[in-house]
Structure formats: C-alpha cells, structure tokens
C-alpha cells in the first residue's frame, strides 16, 4: 500500500472541495432554472467515500455508479466544465446533452457511467470485469451500489454471477442510511449490508467510516489488491446524503439527523486530520479553496457558453453507423 | 462448396462456431449452454471444442446474463447471450431496453454494445401460458435495438453471423417450431446477409403476404393452395423486425395493391399493425382492399391440445383472409 503523504492528501481534500462547491453550484443553478428537468441527486456528504475509493483505483481499473454520479465523475478527473454542460444539456457536455446528470460518463477516464434504473448497472460491472480476466489483465472494476438497491434482484444476480465466475470487482455499497424515504432497517432484513457477502461465499470487508477519506482509501486499498489477485469484495461506507435524495424531494426534515452528519463532515474531518499532521497548512488549504471555487466559476460559464444540441444531435448515435 | 442440407439448428450452431473461431472476442454465455450442450442442442460440443472461458454457463439469472453482456460488450468482447426461451427475457427487459438499446445514444457515442441474445421463442406444442410467448414486436419496439428472426436454416446462417460481426445490439430469435426444420445451407464462412433486408420467398402479382420467421411456412403453404385457384400471392419475408425494410414491402404492394400480414404473435400493437399503418399511410393511392391480419388469436395459450390449435395462426386462415379481399 502507498505511504500516505501530504501531496496525496491534499489532492483529496483538492477533489472533494471541488465537489462540494459543484453540488452547491448545481443546487443554485437548479434554483434558477439554468439546470432543468426532474433529477438532479447531489453527492453533498458522500465525498470523502467516492474520492477516497477512486484513489485506491490505478488510470486502467474500471468505474461505475448509479444517478448519484457527479462526485465521482469529478474524482475520476472529468473536467468540471464538460460535468457541468451535460448539467445544463449543453451539446459540450461529456454526453452531449443527451444523458444529464444522472447519465454522466468518460469513456477516456474509464468511467463507465451513472446509471438510473437502480441496480441496472451491477451486472454491466461483471461483464466489465470480465473483459479484464477473458483478456488476461489484471484490471479491476469498482461498483458503487446504493443501500435501497442492495434489494432489487440485479444485486443479488450480479454479485453471484460476480463470485461464480471470479470476478476482479469491488463492490462498495455507499450506505447513506436511506433509498428515497425508506430507511435501511426498513428497506433490508439484515440491515448491516456487508454481512451479504456471507451469502455469496465473497470477501466481507466489513464497514467503514465513510466520513474519513484515509480510512476509505485504506480499505479500499486492500479490497482492490483482493479483487485483483482473487476475486470479489463487498465493503460497506457509512455516509449521509446532505441534499435528500434530489430535487424531487417533498420537505427535508431531518434537520437533528443532518447536523449530527455534519459534525463528522468529510471536509472537516480531513482538515482537522491535515492541521493535525501538518504544520501551518491552513493557507495551503485556502488557496487550494481558491482555485477550486474558480474552476467551478470557469465551469458554470463555459457551460453556459455552449451551444444547444442540435437536430442532428437528436437523431445521432441511435445506431453505431460506419 | 456446394449448399449442404441441415436443420436450422445445425445451420446455427455452424454460424456460431465459425464466428467463434473467426474471432476471439465472441464468446457464449448463458443457462446451460456448455456441459448441458445446450437446451436447443446449438451450442452441442462448444465447451469441448473451446473450452470453459468462451463458454460460460450461467446460473438462472436472466437479468445479469442480459446486463453482464452489456457490460462486456461495452468493454470490447462480443457476446452471445443466450435466453434459453424468450419466455424468460420478460426478466431480461431491462438490461436489453434501458441499457443494451439506450447506452450507444444516452452517452453519445462513448460506447458501443456488439452483443447478441440468442433466444428461442414460439408456441403450439402445449407448453401453456407462461411459456408460450412470440414478444418479438415488444423488443422491435424500441431504437437503439435490432430484432432478427429467421425463417429458414440459408436465413439463420447468414442473419446470425451478421447479428455478431455488428456493432450494435441484437435480439434473435429462433422459432422452436423450425430448430428441426432442414433446407440447404451455403458452407462458405463468409457467408453473412445483410441487415434489414427482407426476402422474397415466393413471387406473386395479385396479393403481398408480409411475414417472417414461423409465418413464412404458413404463407408459401397458403400461397401453393390459393395459386391452384389462379390467386398469386407474393411473400415478403421481412427477416429482422428492426430495421424494418418497408421499402421492399411497399414495392410488392405497389404491384399487388392488396396484403395480408401474417405472425405468429398476438394481434395487438403487432407486426401486423405496424405494416398495416405503413401501408395506409404511404400506400394510399395503391390500396385496393383493407390490409388483413393473420396472428394468434388474443388469448393466453391454452394446454388442452384442442383448443390450443384454435388460436395458432395456419396455412388455412392466411387462405381464408387473402380470399376475403381478393
Ligand atoms: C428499478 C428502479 N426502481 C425504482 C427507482 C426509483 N428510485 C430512484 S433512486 C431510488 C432510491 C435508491 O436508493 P439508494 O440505492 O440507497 O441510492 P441513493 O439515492 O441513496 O444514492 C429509487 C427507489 C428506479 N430509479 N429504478
Ligand atoms: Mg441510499
């Protein structure tokens, strides 16, 4: 595992102020009606799960996510300006207006998308991991997979199919505490996640504290060396959803519940971690800040730049057409 | 080579083995496809021949044996992913329509989805309601998907190894009814039809008879009986669903100006509505007669032999309809 150091460090908390100020940014712009439509899921809270996970991952391993998907665009190192055109369905955005925020994807960076239909993309990560072994490479996929689709019956299919077949994928259930309104112990008879993989006969790798990206990273570090060298992993990341569950949201009223979460915010704790660690590192911190709010500014402008899609853009890439 | 005689069972399993061994990205995959030889007997001898990794049996999981394709093809493999009857890609829908159809469009173009599902569909041996299914038009109904069904052991050769050397997804479906059925079958492994091309399987002047896969039997039998009655009838095998190749449909009817659709599915939101709409709305001037439908009746099937032979769609009620606007 790599030492720990203070330039990883720092790329963290880099990516996961980014993300936060591009869900704030998101959550205005919908405000305003510059982004439109019925679905907008904000990753507000989760980042230190996503950038933490991503981190442990090589540029050639594999990426997949359901609709909650704009944070681990930006950590995988989409540019922030094409994030936000497919936002605002701007024919520059990484799908070309055609996929929105739930559907964002980087075919260069080896994500492989945000998916809609809950649980619709665990089978897509098994046959993506099973190019890596069919072809003999070492590559690995990881899989985010909501709590609330822990119980449609893609999980189930996928993660057996994934075991029967040794397959190189970590599946990271990010445990926010609810799908939709359905709290976990609601929603799921055996409301510790991870203890699933029990019956699948795959590596449990317990929980682990999804407000702390050096605990992430560390476990997921472990998971995707298993995956690599073995076979399949399911890991639990205990997080919470700032924003609700999106823009349809009817009236947030988890207000004591919320501010509890943001004690142990992901941001916060991995500033105290790196005051901490490290001496006189508050401006580093603040410039750092800087640039990132301004990558963001640069974002919502050239996003709001471009150019509609077109007619011609309705009607292409319904077919692959040599 | 010369054309050699087989089942169509036969002439499948050789367009998949010489793809498999064509190209080593194609592979099979699906509920008892290897040590079970398949339940169709079209992949018999494929995991001796190459062995376990191109050759992947599957547990009972219809949803991630279509979404696992997906996802392989997405990555640069060419599955063929078989549904062991279409029966059961009721729990595949999914996976085929909102992702094997949406991913090449809803991402713009940042992947392609070269998978095939292989699934045996059709009726009339008293397998009952829930086994039973001709939904071929409910998976033609959506883009970014190609339908084929073959009617012969010639078509199923050519249309399967053009559905693998593709770059978009397919759905084909092999009409149980014909897996035993012979006919003579070019040898050559280059041998691929286009697709979205129909066939004209028997050339007529006075009605069009628009069919495919298991209707095309009903159709030329049809055809043979009315011909002794000086009623020539043309017939149109449509060969893939999607594409929809309207364009020799219409050349036949601008020369007949009369047709009957003939399917095996049921009558509602079918094939049969589909050309009858074309027909009306770009034929108008051509029409000398409504457009008939033959189809199953609109039932669930049946068990008891009886009345289960009732419903199935055959060579006298195609007759029976093209006397009706002759
Ligand atoms: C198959 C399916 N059923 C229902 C929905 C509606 N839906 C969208 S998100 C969601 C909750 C999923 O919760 P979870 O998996 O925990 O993900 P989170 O939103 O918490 O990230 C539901 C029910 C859907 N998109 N797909
Ligand atoms: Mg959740």
Same mark, same amino acid.
């Given at each position: 595992?790599?030492?720990?150091?203070?330039?990883? #460090?720092?790329?963290?908390?880099?990516?996961?102020?980014?993300?936060?100020?591009?869900?704030?940014?998101?959550?205005?712009?919908?405000?305003?009606?510059?982004?439109?439509?019925?679905? /907008?899921?904000? @990753?507000?809270?989760?980042?230190?799960?996503?950038?933490?996970?991503?981190?442990? #991952?090589?540029?050639?391993?594999?990426?997949?996510?359901?609709?909650?998907?704009?944070?681990?665009?930006?950590?995988?190192?989409? %540019?922030?300006?094409?994030?936000?055109?497919?936002?605002?369905?701007?024919?520059?955005?990484?799908?070309?207006?055609?996929?929105?925020?739930?559907?964002?994807?980087?075919?260069?960076?080896?994500?492989?998308?945000?998916?809609?239909?809950?649980?619709?993309?665990?089978?897509?990560?098994?046959?993506?991991?099973?190019?890596?072994?069919?072809?003999?490479?070492?590559?690995?996929?990881?899989?985010?997979?909501?709590?609330?689709?822990?119980?449609?019956?893609?999980?189930? !299919?996928?993660?057996?199919?994934?075991?029967?077949?040794?397959?190189?994928?970590?599946?990271?259930?990010?445990?926010?505490?609810?799908?939709?309104?359905?709290?976990?112990?609601?929603?799921?008879?055996?409301?510790?996640?991870?203890?699933?993989?029990?019956?699948?006969?795959?590596?449990?790798?317990?929980?682990?504290?999804?407000?702390?990206?050096?605990?992430?990273?560390?476990?997921?570090?472990?998971?995707?060396?298993?995956?690599?060298?073995?076979?399949?992993?399911?890991?639990?990341?205990?997080?919470?959803?700032?924003?609700?569950?999106?823009?349809?949201?009817?009236? @947030?009223?988890?207000? *004591? !519940?919320?501010?509890?979460?943001?004690?142990?915010?992901?941001?916060?704790?991995?500033?105290?971690?790196?005051?901490?660690?490290?001496?006189?590192?508050?401006?580093?911190?603040?410039?750092?800040?800087?640039?990132?709010?301004? *990558?963001?500014?640069?974002?919502?402008?050239?996003?709001? %730049?471009?150019?509609?899609?077109?007619?011609?853009?309705?009607?292409?890439?319904?077919?692959?057409?040599? | /080579?010369?054309?050699?005689?087989?089942?169509?069972?036969?002439?499948?399993?050789?367009?998949?083995?010489?793809?498999?061994?064509?190209?080593?990205?194609?592979?099979? /995959?699906?509920?008892?496809?290897?040590?079970?030889?398949?339940?169709?007997?079209?992949?018999?001898?494929?995991? !001796?021949?190459?062995?376990?990794?191109?050759?992947?049996?599957?547990?009972?999981?219809?949803?991630?044996?279509?979404?696992?394709?997906?996802?392989?093809?997405?990555?640069?493999?060419?599955?063929?992913?078989?549904?062991?009857?279409?029966?059961?890609?009721?729990?595949?829908?999914?996976?085929?329509?909102?992702?094997?159809?949406?991913?090449?469009?809803?991402?713009?173009?940042?992947?392609?989805?070269?998978?095939?599902?292989?699934?045996?569909?059709?009726?009339?041996?008293?397998?009952?309601?829930?086994?039973?299914?001709?939904?071929?038009?409910?998976?033609?109904?959506?883009?970014?998907?190609?339908?084929?069904?073959?009617?012969?052991?010639?078509?199923?050769?050519?249309?399967?190894?053009?559905?693998?050397?593709?770059?978009?997804?397919?759905?084909?479906?092999?009409?149980?009814?014909?897996?035993?059925?012979?006919?003579?079958?070019?040898?050559?492994?280059?041998?691929?039809?286009?697709?979205?091309?129909? %066939?004209?399987?028997?050339? =007529?002047?006075?009605?069009?008879?628009?069919?495919?896969?298991?209707?095309?039997?009903?159709?030329?039998?049809?055809?043979?009986?009315?011909?002794?009655? =000086?009623?020539?009838?043309?017939?149109?095998?449509?060969?893939?669903?999607?594409?929809?190749?309207?364009?020799?449909?219409?050349?036949?009817?601008?020369?007949?100006?009369?047709?009957?659709?003939?399917?095996?599915?049921?009558?509602?939101?079918?094939?049969?509505?589909?050309?009858?709409?074309?027909?009306?709305?770009?034929?108008?001037? @051509?029409?000398?007669?409504?457009?008939?439908?033959?189809?199953?009746?609109?039932?669930?099937?049946? @068990?008891?032999?009886?009345?289960?032979?009732?419903?199935?769609?055959?060579?006298?009620?195609?007759?029976?309809?093209?006397?009706?606007?002759?």
């Amino acid at each position: 595992m790599a030492e720990i150091d203070k330039p990883m #460090l720092l790329e963290w908390y880099r990516q996961m102020f980014l993300i936060r100020q591009f869900e704030n940014q998101c959550d205005v712009l919908y405000k305003e009606k510059k982004i439109t439509g019925v679905y /907008m899921h904000l @990753y507000s809270g989760l980042e230190a799960t996503g950038v933490g996970a991503l981190a442990a #991952l090589r540029p050639s391993d594999h990426v997949i996510t359901a609709y909650r998907d704009h944070g681990i665009a930006l950590a995988r190192g989409m %540019d922030p300006k094409v994030a936000m055109a497919e936002m605002m369905g701007k024919r520059t955005g990484c799908s070309g207006g055609k996929g929105g925020s739930m559907h964002l994807a980087s075919r260069e960076h080896n994500f492989w998308g945000g998916y809609a239909i809950v649980g619709g993309h665990l089978p897509l990560a098994a046959g993506i991991a099973l190019e890596s072994r069919y072809n003999g490479k070492d590559d690995v996929v990881l899989s985010f997979i909501g709590d609330g689709a822990t119980n449609n019956g893609y999980f189930h !299919e996928a993660v057996n199919l994934s075991a029967v077949w040794d397959l190189p994928v970590v599946w990271l259930i990010e445990n926010n505490g609810y799908g939709m309104g359905t709290p976990v112990e609601v929603a799921s008879g055996q409301p510790e996640l991870h203890k699933r993989a029990v019956a699948y006969g795959i590596k449990d790798m317990g929980r682990v504290d999804g407000q702390n990206v050096v605990d992430v990273y560390n476990v997921v570090t472990k998971a995707v060396e298993y995956a690599r060298k073995k076979g399949p992993v399911l890991i639990e990341s205990l997080t919470y959803r700032y924003k609700g569950h999106g823009v349809s949201d009817r009236s @947030y009223d988890k207000l *004591a !519940e919320l501010r509890d979460w943001q004690q142990k915010d992901p941001i916060l704790v991995l500033q105290d971690y790196l005051c901490k660690h490290f001496e006189c590192i508050e401006e580093e911190l603040k410039d750092i800040e800087r640039a990132e709010m301004a *990558a963001v500014h640069a974002a919502v402008e050239f996003a709001e %730049d471009s150019e509609a899609p077109t007619y011609e853009d309705l009607i292409s890439h319904i077919y692959v057409e040599e | /080579m010369a054309d050699k005689n087989m089942p169509m069972r036969e002439a499948l399993r050789m367009a998949l083995r010489e793809e498999m061994i064509r190209d080593e990205r194609v592979f099979v /995959m699906g509920e008892e496809v290897g040590a079970w030889q398949g339940t169709h007997r079209v992949t018999r001898g494929f995991l !001796e021949e190459f062995g376990e990794k191109r050759v992947r049996d599957t547990p009972i999981s219809e949803m991630a044996i279509a979404g696992a394709a997906v996802g392989a093809a997405m990555a640069g493999l060419r599955p063929v992913a078989e549904i062991m009857t279409i029966n059961f890609a009721f729990l595949s829908l999914d996976a085929i329509v909102n992702h094997a159809a949406k991913i090449h469009y809803m991402f713009n173009g940042q992947f392609r989805v070269p998978m095939v599902i292989r699934a045996a569909s059709g009726w009339g041996d008293q397998a009952t309601a829930t086994h039973s299914h001709t939904p071929e038009p409910i998976f033609a109904h959506f883009p970014g998907l190609y339908v084929g069904c073959p009617a012969t052991p010639r078509d199923a050769k050519g249309m399967l190894k053009a559905a693998i050397r593709d770059d978009n997804p397919v759905l084909f479906t092999e009409s149980i009814a014909l897996y035993p059925k012979p006919g003579f079958v070019p040898e050559e492994d280059d041998f691929v039809l286009p697709i979205g091309k129909a %066939d004209i399987k028997r050339e =007529g002047r006075h009605v069009t008879l628009v069919t495919y896969a298991r209707g095309v039997e009903w159709s030329l039998q049809a055809a043979e009986q009315l011909a002794k009655e =000086g009623v020539e009838c043309e017939v149109v095998d449509l060969r893939w669903l999607r594409p929809l190749d309207t364009a020799t449909v219409f050349e036949s009817f601008q020369k007949t100006n009369r047709c009957v659709v003939v399917e095996e599915s049921l009558p509602y939101y079918s094939v049969g509505s589909e050309i009858a709409a074309q027909i009306q709305e770009h034929m108008f001037d @051509y029409m000398d007669a409504p457009v008939k439908r033959v189809s199953a009746m609109d039932v669930p099937l049946p @068990y008891a032999r009886e009345i289960e032979l009732m419903a199935l769609p055959n060579a006298q009620k195609v007759v029976d309809a093209v006397r009706e606007i002759i």
